[in-house]
């Protein structure tokens, strides 16, 4: 009940929001209505996935391999091993690549020695890519080359997204188009066999899906026209929810405010006659952070519990521009099948990965919600790529990472190995169970990854 006698909900809320579907973070005041009990349902569990294409280069990335040889490119996938740690938990080496998670260091997880199996009959980087999250075995599906189904975003949705607007969101920081390869190089998510989920690209489109409006007064800013209706409401809000109130309002025109200025770059790049295209030349690294920060404020508001960020495409000739790292734009694929010349700059890119991911870390770590606990502690988020190395197209020995506790049900804070030959699909039957989803199996899992509970 506020002070004005009326008794506020996140639904009475939204139905006054002068006609903008604007969700709120959880707030308790929210949460409570009069003579409600002070302990209520805590936050739910949340999925996100953070997808990096063409692997990485195996001497920044993994711990002990820094004096290794480099990985030259092949045609043919092998195995490529490493150095040999114990099985088991161990802590940390910040390698390069992985020292801007140094500071998240109590929240996070390196999950080293998980395979994949590669199957015949398609090009590496688009079955690395479309069937990183698949849930089929390989040669199971007998009507597609692909060992492709329903992907693990999808089959956490049926579970946990029933209750959200949307049952998952699908997000993609590739705003080129290339004629020259097909839909299984650009899509991680899949309904199913031949059906793509498909991805969100354009943050504009982003920020209008999650927060459109049907006012008429349409040329007004949707957070203008939710303040709008909220003053009253914030009144009634306790002092910590005023806070966290102003807080998320913040970060949503914190976004409108970088949609704002890429747009404005790319009408003046489009006045500019150059070889590559528009895109190219957007710095990546705001584009990067822009697409996660709507990630986050979807997951933070309850508008989805699952969420997929593909950071780009496999095998795609189209250039990005990398601000700080390079004069003009690169190509991510072309460089990886050139180590020798390219290393250094190869490790800056995965580097340059890996920042975006903590930056996104530290953004659900600070993020409170209402029972005390953070946006973090209640999201597992990982890093993933479908290669081990992008030049050897190896399919072993993969680059995982995860961020967050799932509530406090994963031991957080060192590097774990795994047993040789442990499918990378153990992984993902473990985060099913997570989710509270019964199955014996996910693909070619040989079980889960018991050692990885708390």
């Not at 390869?181 to 489109?205: C, M, Q």
Request: aromatic fraction near 8%; glycine fraction near 8%; charge should be negative.
């Amino acid at each position: 009940m506020s002070r004005t006698g009326i008794s506020y909900t996140r639904r009475r809320f939204l139905r006054g929001a002068g006609g903008a579907v604007l969700s709120l973070p959880w707030l308790e005041s929210l949460t409570l209505g009069a003579g409600s009990p002070r302990s209520v349902a805590g936050p739910p569990l949340r999925f996100a996935y953070f997808y990096v294409p063409i692997g990485v280069v195996r001497n920044g990335f993994f711990p002990g391999e820094a004096d290794g040889e480099l990985v030259v490119f092949t045609e043919a996938r092998k195995k490529v091993y490493g150095v040999e740690h114990p099985v088991g938990r161990q802590p940390i080496a910040w390698t390069p690549t992985l020292e801007p998670l140094k500071e998240h260091a109590e929240h996070v997880t390196l999950i080293t020695g998980l395979d994949r199996v590669f199957q015949s009959g398609t090009d590496v980087h688009a079955q690395c890519a479309s069937c990183f999250m698949s849930s089929a075995a390989p040669y199971e599906i007998r009507s597609s080359a692909w060992p492709l189904d329903r992907t693990l975003d999808q089959i956490l949705a049926d579970q946990i997204g029933g209750e959200t607007p949307f049952r998952s969101l699908e997000l993609s920081c590739n705003s080129h188009k290339d004629n020259k390869e097909s839909i299984y190089f650009d899509n991680i998510s899949w309904y199913g066999t031949g059906h793509v989920a498909p991805s969100l690209r354009d943050p504009r489109k982003v920020y209008q899906r999650l927060f459109g409006s049907n006012n008429v007064e349409s040329l007004r800013s949707v957070t203008d026209l939710v303040l709008a209706d909220a003053r009253a409401m914030k009144r009634g809000l306790g002092r910590e929810d005023r806070h966290k109130f102003d807080e998320y309002f913040e970060s949503v025109r914190s976004i409108e405010t970088q949609m704002n200025r890429l747009e404005a770059m790319r009408v003046d790049l489009d006045e500019i006659p150059m070889t590559e295209p528009t895109a190219a030349h957007l710095p990546r690294g705001e584009y990067l952070r822009l697409m996660g920060d709507l990630m986050i404020v979807a997951l933070q508001t309850g508008m989805t519990n699952v969420a997929t960020l593909m950071v780009g495409p496999e095998r795609w000739d189209t250039p990005f521009t990398y601000e700080s790292l390079f004069d003009s734009p690169r190509s991510h694929h072309k460089m990886s099948h050139n180590p020798g010349e390219y290393v250094d700059d190869l490790l800056k890119v995965d580097r340059f990965h890996m920042e975006q991911f903590a930056y996104l870390v530290r953004r659900m770590r600070d993020i409170e919600e209402a029972d005390g606990t953070t946006l973090l502690d209640n999201t597992l988020f990982t890093y993933g790529s479908g290669l081990g190395d992008g030049s050897s197209h190896q399919y072993d020995n993969l680059p995982i990472v995860i961020a967050g506790s799932a509530q406090g049900s994963l031991r957080t804070g060192s590097h774990l190995h795994c047993a040789p030959g442990t499918p990378l699909a153990n992984l993902w039957l473990a985060h099913t169970a997570l989710a509270g989803i019964e199955r014996d199996r996910f693909a070619d899992s040989s079980g889960t990854l018991p050692s990885l509970l708390g």
